[in-house]
């Protein structure tokens, strides 16, 4: 049956039952549910019914009046409804009037006039493309890609064609609705690169798809041209997919992206080249790296001296340093900073296995500090660092800090020195470590292995030389000294640092016992210095000694004859 004729069909059906139709007397549409007579369920029952005849209702009065947004407003409530139900053609609507009152709804709605004008036009093909959408959603792709091209929307046409291997029609169909992207994808996925190639510049919004046609039909000559059109990373893409690196290096290096233009010689393994490349980006770390991979040196020390200078024109000096140092220039990079940085200067060299030539700046140090006024505790320490390790205890000492100076005596083998302190501190456990280390006598009263006791003699208090910093004998940088047998390792930097940032001694360094005076004051007899330890200590020292223990044996004389 033709469209007219089903039309006609459709237009005395709905005379005949106009009044049943819009009051719900038939059973296609009545209340219970969208049951027809009989039992049998309609299509989309559960409303689905309800839906239909609601919209038709407001379709068919806007019909009369070319009300396009009405009309196209019910259209799409019935395609969204019959949609989910997957429908072969709209026979399966088993709701009679449901049906025929549908069916001509649509074709009347496809024989309305154009607009009025331009804005009243626009509302008539939106109209249309619901009429395609609600044919669709019935099954019948045919009707509904011949409303959706008069609606001017032929992409479900072209689409349909293509899947169903009418390609060459559908990039036809594409081109006379003026779609030439659609039309070229179509020719280029099925093979017609020539013609694709062809429309994809005419377009001139595809640059990458038309890069890489040119380059696979093998257009050399456009590449060049076409590629400064494409972003570097789908350039790079396309090109390298046709073996164009060169062409990329090129591209590349105009636009300045040295960066990549380095990664591509590195994995050539231009190593020179991908330096000097790496060197333009700014990426110091691997312009290094692969000077020295491509046997260049001399450039990679150029580039540091560069670097380093530029660092310090903007004042920083340690970077400037660090950065020489990093690279095995460790005497250019201690030459930065030594004057204004000495420890980081000394910790430099030891890093760098220099430890000669670290105590020859440790011994400059204390050569500095003793011909100014320098801090007492800092020349300890360079002192300490310099390895002359009985000299920096002198100082400790005079300090009035007896932990480190007891920790240098151990460190330069003068263990009757270190002994002596360890008795005054009471410090039973440096006591046997010392005595055993340096093969020393145990002082009297002490009993090995015993934990926290207290000593029935100790020695008088230490002294020191009387005399400033000033007056000490002049210091050389000693040659590097064997180690005593059973020595503690040196102090390290960091330790000495903390020494003289007056750090607290360490938990094995604390005393035993506290106050060593009180102690001594509380003891009912004392015995005479041990001769070891007297030998250890000055002139002046004994001197102060003596006369500390004829002042003592007259108070205890004079309580006795009390």
């Not at 019909?63 to 429908?87: K, M, V």
């Not at 331009?118 to 959408?133: C, I, N, P, S, T």
């Not at 233009?261 to 110091?284: K, N, P």
């Not at 035993?512 to 005076?517: E, G, L």
């Amino acid at each position: 049956m033709s469209q007219d004729n089903a039309h006609d069909a459709a237009e005395g059906q709905e005379r005949e039952g106009n009044a049943d139709f819009r009051h719900g007397r038939r059973g296609g549409f009545s209340r219970d549910g969208g049951r027809e007579r009989g039992g049998r369920p309609a299509a989309g029952g559960n409303g689905v019914t309800g839906i239909i005849r609601e919209a038709l209702g407001t379709i068919e009065k806007s019909l009369t009046t070319a009300d396009f947004e009405r009309i196209s407003g019910g259209l799409n409530r019935i395609a969204e409804a019959l949609r989910p139900l997957h429908l072969k053609s709209v026979d399966e609507i088993d709701d009679f009037d449901a049906r025929t009152h549908l069916f001509t709804a649509l074709l009347r709605a496809g024989r309305l006039a154009p607009g009025k004008d331009e804005a009243h036009e626009a509302q008539r093909r939106d109209m249309l493309a619901a009429v395609g959408e609600v044919w669709l959603a019935l099954g019948d792709e045919e009707k509904s890609d011949a409303v959706l091209e008069a609606a001017g929307r032929p992409e479900r046409t072209i689409l349909r064609l293509e899947r169903t291997g009418h390609w060459q029609e559908a990039a036809e169909r594409a081109l006379q609705a003026g779609n030439l992207k659609q039309a070229a994808q179509i020719l280029d996925a099925h093979g017609d690169k020539a013609r694709a190639f062809e429309l994809f510049r005419k377009i001139g919004t595809e640059p990458k798809d038309t890069l890489r046609l040119a380059a696979e039909l093998g257009k050399t000559e456009l590449l060049w041209e076409l590629a400064q059109a494409v972003p570097s990373k789908a350039a790079r893409a396309v090109l390298f997919q046709f073996g164009q690196e060169q062409l990329f290096l090129e591209l590349a290096a105009r636009r300045g992206e040295w960066h990549e233009v380095a990664r591509l010689y590195e994995q050539a393994g231009q190593h020179a080249d991908a330096a000097f490349a790496f060197e333009r980006s700014g990426d110091i770390r691997r312009a290094l790296e692969c000077f020295r991979r491509g046997g260049r040196p001399e450039e990679a020390a150029r580039l540091l001296r560069q670097e380093a200078a530029r660092r310090m024109e903007r004042g920083n000096v340690t970077g400037a340093g660090d950065l020489l140092r990093r690279q095995g220039m460790a005497d250019e990079a201690v030459a930065l900073v030594r004057e204004t940085h000495p420890e980081l200067a000394f910790k430099w060299l030891e890093h760098a296995g220099k430890r000669d030539r670290a105590r020859e700046f440790a011994a400059e140090m204390v050569g500095r500090l003793s011909a100014g006024d320098g801090d007492p505790k800092q020349c300890a320490v360079w002192l300490e660092r310099s390895g002359q390790k009985a000299r920096a205890a002198e100082m400790w000492l005079q300090l009035g800090e007896p932990d480190s100076a007891m920790r240098n005596y151990e460190a330069a083998g003068e263990w009757k020195q270190a002994l002596a302190i360890a008795v005054q501190k009471g410090d039973a456990r440096r006591i046997q470590s010392i005595c055993d280390r340096g093969g020393l006598p145990f002082p009297e009263g002490f009993v090995p292995g015993a934990r926290n006791q207290r000593l029935t003699e100790r020695s008088a208090p230490l002294t020191v030389p009387t005399g400033s910093l000033t007056a000490a004998a002049p210091l050389t940088a000693p040659p590097s000294p064997s180690p005593a047998p059973n020595a503690d390792k040196p102090q390290t930097t960091a330790e000495a640092s903390a020494e003289a940032d007056g750090a607290q001694p360490s938990k094995e360094d604390e005393p035993a016992q506290t106050n060593v005076t009180a102690d001594a004051a509380q003891d009912e007899t004392k015995a005479a210095q041990p001769e070891d330890v007297q030998a250890a200590a000055p002139e002046s020292a004994k001197a102060d000694s003596t006369a500390a223990e004829k002042t003592d044996d007259g108070q205890e004389n004079g309580q006795a004859e009390a």
